[in-house]
């Protein structure tokens, strides 16, 4: 703190002689003087005494008395100080300016900031000069100005110095300032980045010892997992054995139960087969004394039964080992209902037998009768052997117009017995399943083709399947006739209908697909004679001539209705065109020829066909013996005896070829008398035909038939 001692001293010197000075001015003859204050008012008179004034050449002399005895009042205080020099450097420094000032009146000096040396100099000018000018004594004035003008010069020199000083002690403030502050700052910075560092230390102890406890927690949920691990796997391992001895329980649950289920499928066709071998309208409507109806009530009786049976059990999933003892007691039953039935009819066959032996030999002893009593000689045949008729049928004969009102009724019951299905317009439930069989009835049927054997095999199957009471696939759909207690007589009726509706459409339009959709058909109808005659019944009723058969026009039938018996199509009181119509019954003709003479290939070997060649013989035979029809009559013998006629030959040989000769002989003339002009194309196909084949002596092989090749497709 020694600088700002000094500083303090210098500062006291110019303010003791300011004191001084005004002392002395106080005391002097112009501090005694009373100022005026309205002197400007006497300005003019002022003017005369306002001349510059000028030092009196003893001016230097007075302030050197001054400094003198400034010097010598200051000199004791300064001995305490180190930098003493100081002052008495500004003092001789200030000599040296007023000195000049002395002799050249107020003119500043040159410089501001003398050397100590020349200010030495200068003090020893004065020096000379008070020794030369001893005698010369200023006067009070002078003496006073000089005073005032050496105490301002002082004070300015003075305060020019002290305020460098300021200067400089604010200089080494601000630096010993900012040298604190950049040491402070430094401090600072030390203890933030020793207090960081402590906070990364303890904030990495505390992260460590996170850490630590995480670790330790994790090895614990490890440990703890481990443990939870190997209790899971065990419960695992045993849930997954219970598991598997559950799926083989249920595995040989479900393998049982398929296999009553098959049972119960097998039991349900035989019952079936077995209840279509009950006919208690027409088969044996001969026999005397015998009713079949009781039979037929109780085996329809027994199928509900099965059926329901069956139904209840799909529902409820597998069928247990109760329902299948309760079908197989239903299988015995109806097979005790069929052996009763056979033994009733086989005593009515041979008590029938009986009375025709007996008529027999009353017609044996009334014809001797007659050839005694008779005395002329039977009339001669005729050389040629033969005896003709001498006109022909109209109308079919008898028995032939009973088997086609037997297939009628059949057709009649049948659709009789689905009546739930057929009117299950509020039934969602039910008109859904109609949908779905009727779907799977006749959609096999749709894609019988002549693509390969093996495709014909698979629509024969899944045909077989649905009617045996099996589950089908179709639409996406499982189907099965189990599924309603009238499903199995809708499907009959249904499938039965679209094998006609293929024979008026499919056939109609390429003969060649006759021969498909005939093998499927009669091996179903082999296997489930049921849809055979329902098939019959259909066309029959579609085309009447191929039972043969015309229907008379009855009192009371209107036209429309008889257009409708004779076959053709009525549409909004129109009937179809003679084109189409023939063309439709050439579809379903050869439909039927093809049927009865084919067989599936794989089903029985030792069974027969159910509506084999012999019906084909019998109808060609009764059409010969009917009054033929104009365009008609000739147009259907041409279809069946091109599709039927090699199958013919070969079953009858002679006697074919004696057919052939009576329809080229006999019935063409007939045909021809009742033919005009615009109706002749098909009796001269006709006629062409029966020619090449007479010529040939061989009928050719229909076009389009299946041959062995073709089930190896």
Same mark, same amino acid.
Request: with cysteine; proline share 5%; charged share 30%.
């Given at each position: 703190?020694?600088?700002?001692?000094?500083?303090?001293?210098?500062?006291?010197?110019?303010?003791?002689?300011?004191?001084?000075?005004?002392?002395?001015?106080?005391?002097?003859?112009?501090? $005694?003087?009373?100022?005026?204050?309205?002197?400007?008012?006497?300005?003019?008179?002022?003017?005369?005494?306002?001349?510059?004034?000028?030092?009196?050449?003893?001016?230097?002399?007075?302030?050197?008395?001054?400094?003198?005895?400034?010097?010598?009042?200051?000199?004791?205080? $300064?001995?305490?100080?180190?930098?003493?020099?100081?002052?008495?450097?500004?003092?001789?420094?200030?000599?040296?300016?007023?000195?000049?000032?002395?002799?050249?009146?107020?003119?500043?000096?040159?410089?501001?900031?003398?050397?100590?040396?020349?200010?030495?100099?200068?003090?020893?000018?004065?020096?000379?000069?008070?020794?030369?000018?001893?005698?010369?004594?200023?006067?009070?004035?002078?003496?006073?100005?000089?005073?005032?003008?050496?105490?301002?010069?002082?004070?300015?020199?003075?305060?020019?110095?002290?305020?460098?000083?300021?200067?400089?002690?604010?200089?080494?403030?601000? $630096?010993?300032?900012?040298?604190?502050?950049?040491?402070?700052?430094?401090?600072?910075?030390?203890?933030?980045?020793?207090?960081?560092?402590?906070? @990364?230390?303890?904030?990495?102890?505390?992260?460590?010892?996170?850490?630590?406890?995480?670790?330790? +927690?994790?090895?614990?949920?490890?440990?703890?997992?481990?443990?939870?691990?190997?209790?899971?796997?065990?419960?695992?391992?045993?849930?997954?054995?219970?598991?598997?001895?559950?799926?083989?329980?249920?595995?040989?649950?479900?393998?049982?139960?398929?296999?009553?289920?098959?049972?119960?499928?097998?039991?349900?066709?035989?019952?079936?087969?077995?209840?279509?071998?009950?006919?208690?309208?027409?088969?044996?409507?001969?026999?005397?004394?015998?009713?079949?109806?009781?039979?037929?009530?109780?085996?329809?009786?027994?199928?509900?039964?099965?059926?329901?049976?069956?139904?209840?059990?799909?529902?409820?999933?597998?069928?247990?080992?109760?329902?299948?003892?309760?079908?197989?007691?239903?299988?015995?039953?109806?097979?005790?209902?069929?052996?009763?039935?056979?033994?009733?009819?086989?005593?009515?066959?041979?008590?029938?037998?009986?009375?025709?032996?007996?008529?027999?030999?009353?017609?044996?002893?009334?014809?001797?009768?007659?050839?005694?009593?008779?005395?002329?000689?039977?009339?001669?045949?005729?050389?040629?052997?033969? +005896?003709?008729?001498?006109?022909?049928?109209?109308?079919?004969?008898?028995?032939?117009?009973?088997?086609?009102?037997?297939?009628?009724?059949?057709?009649?019951?049948?659709?009789?017995?689905?009546?739930?299905?057929?009117?299950?317009?509020?039934?969602?439930?039910?008109?859904?399943?109609?949908?779905?069989?009727?779907?799977?009835?006749?959609?096999?049927?749709?894609?019988?083709?002549?693509?390969?054997?093996?495709?014909?095999?698979?629509? @024969?199957?899944?045909?077989?399947?649905?009617?045996?009471?099996?589950?089908?696939?179709?639409?996406?759909?499982?189907?099965?006739?189990?599924?309603?207690?009238?499903?199995?007589?809708?499907?009959?009726?249904?499938?039965?209908?679209?094998?006609?509706?293929?024979?008026?459409?499919?056939?109609?339009?390429?003969?060649?697909?006759?021969?498909?959709?005939?093998?499927?058909?009669?091996?179903?109808?082999?296997?489930?004679?049921?849809?055979?005659?329902? @098939?019959?019944?259909?066309?029959?009723?579609?085309?009447?001539?191929?039972?043969?058969?015309?229907?008379?026009?009855?009192?009371?039938?209107?036209?429309?209705?008889?257009?409708?018996?004779?076959?053709?199509?009525?549409?909004?009181?129109?009937?179809?065109?003679?084109?189409?119509?023939?063309?439709?019954? #050439?579809?379903?003709?050869?439909?039927?020829?093809?049927?009865?003479?084919?067989?599936?290939?794989?089903?029985?070997?030792?069974?027969?066909?159910?509506?084999?060649?012999?019906?084909?013989?019998?109808?060609?035979?009764?059409?010969?013996?009917?009054?033929?029809?104009?365009?008609?009559?000739?147009?259907?013998?041409?279809?069946?005896?091109?599709?039927?006629?090699?199958?013919?030959?070969?079953?009858?040989?002679?006697? @074919?070829?004696?057919?052939?000769?009576?329809?080229?002989?006999?019935?063409?003339?007939?045909?021809?008398?009742?033919?005009?002009?615009?109706?002749?194309? #098909?009796?001269?196909?006709?006629?062409?035909?029966?020619?090449?084949?007479?010529?040939?002596?061989?009928?050719?092989?229909?076009?389009?038939?299946?041959?062995?090749?073709?089930?190896?497709?």
């Amino acid at each position: 703190m020694e600088p700002r001692g000094d500083a303090d001293g210098v500062a006291m010197e110019p303010r003791q002689l300011r004191w001084q000075t005004l002392a002395a001015l106080r005391a002097s003859s112009k501090g $005694r003087l009373n100022y005026c204050r309205h002197w400007l008012q006497d300005e003019d008179i002022l003017e005369g005494c306002m001349s510059p004034l000028v030092l009196s050449p003893y001016s230097g002399w007075v302030l050197d008395r001054v400094i003198g005895q400034s010097a010598q009042e200051v000199a004791p205080s $300064r001995s305490s100080t180190p930098k003493g020099s100081t002052p008495l450097t500004n003092r001789s420094s200030s000599l040296e300016k007023i000195t000049p000032a002395s002799h050249q009146g107020s003119s500043p000096p040159p410089s501001t900031e003398p050397n100590e040396t020349k200010g030495n100099d200068d003090l020893g000018l004065l020096e000379m000069d008070q020794e030369e000018l001893p005698a010369v004594l200023p006067s009070k004035v002078t003496e006073v100005e000089g005073c005032i003008q050496m105490y301002e010069e002082m004070h300015r020199l003075k305060g020019k110095e002290g305020l460098r000083q300021r200067q400089e002690q604010q200089e080494q403030m601000v $630096r010993a300032v900012y040298a604190l502050a950049s040491e402070q700052l430094k401090r600072f910075d030390e203890l933030k980045e020793l207090k960081q560092h402590q906070e @990364f230390q303890d904030l990495q102890e505390v992260m460590e010892k996170s850490l630590k406890e995480a670790q330790g +927690q994790q090895e614990k949920l490890k440990e703890e997992h481990r443990h939870r691990a190997k209790i899971l796997n065990l419960k695992l391992r045993e849930a997954e054995q219970q598991r598997q001895r559950q799926e083989e329980l249920e595995r040989l649950r479900k393998e049982e139960g398929q296999e009553r289920l098959r049972r119960l499928y097998s039991i349900q066709e035989e019952v079936l087969q077995l209840n279509q071998q009950i006919d208690p309208n027409y088969r044996h409507k001969d026999l005397p004394r015998i009713d079949l109806s009781a039979y037929s009530n109780r085996g329809n009786q027994i199928c509900g039964l099965v059926s329901g049976l069956i139904r209840t059990t799909s529902e409820r999933g597998f069928p247990t080992q109760v329902d299948v003892a309760n079908t197989e007691r239903a299988l015995q039953e109806m097979r005790g209902l069929i052996s009763s039935m056979q033994q009733e009819i086989t005593a009515a066959v041979k008590e029938k037998m009986r009375d025709e032996e007996e008529e027999r030999q009353k017609q044996k002893e009334l014809l001797k009768k007659e050839q005694l009593k008779a005395q002329t000689p039977a009339p001669a045949q005729q050389s040629g052997g033969k +005896q003709q008729k001498e006109g022909l049928q109209v109308k079919a004969e008898e028995g032939t117009m009973q088997w086609y009102q037997q297939l009628q009724d059949v057709a009649e019951q049948c659709v009789a017995s689905f009546s739930e299905i057929s009117n299950c317009k509020d039934n969602n439930e039910v008109k859904k399943i109609k949908t779905d069989l009727q779907k799977a009835a006749t959609i096999p049927v749709s894609q019988i083709s002549r693509i390969a054997g093996s495709q014909l095999r698979e629509v @024969f199957d899944k045909i077989n399947n649905l009617l045996s009471g099996k589950s089908v696939q179709s639409g996406g759909r499982t189907v099965s006739v189990t599924q309603h207690p009238q499903g199995l007589d809708f499907v009959y009726y249904k499938l039965a209908e679209k094998f006609v509706s293929q024979g008026e459409e499919e056939v109609a339009s390429h003969h060649d697909a006759a021969f498909p959709i005939a093998v499927v058909a009669s091996g179903i109808w082999e296997l489930h004679p049921q849809v055979g005659d329902l @098939f019959l019944a259909h066309l029959h009723k579609k085309c009447p001539y191929a039972v043969p058969f015309y229907p008379a026009l009855k009192e009371g039938t209107s036209m429309e209705e008889y257009q409708r018996m004779l076959g053709y199509q009525v549409k909004d009181s129109k009937i179809e065109e003679q084109d189409h119509f023939l063309k439709r019954m #050439s579809g379903l003709i050869r439909l039927y020829a093809a049927i009865i003479q084919l067989r599936w290939p794989y089903g029985n070997k030792d069974g027969t066909h159910p509506h084999g060649l012999n019906y084909g013989w019998r109808w060609l035979a009764q059409m010969l013996n009917m009054e033929p029809l104009a365009d008609v009559t000739a147009t259907l013998l041409l279809d069946f005896l091109e599709v039927c006629g090699n199958a013919l030959m070969k079953q009858y040989k002679a006697q @074919f070829w004696k057919i052939m000769l009576l329809i080229r002989e006999e019935y063409i003339p007939r045909i021809e008398a009742i033919t005009s002009s615009g109706q002749m194309g #098909s009796l001269i196909r006709f006629k062409k035909f029966l020619e090449d084949c007479l010529e040939q002596k061989k009928i050719p092989l229909p076009k389009g038939a299946l041959q062995p090749s073709f089930w190896k497709s």
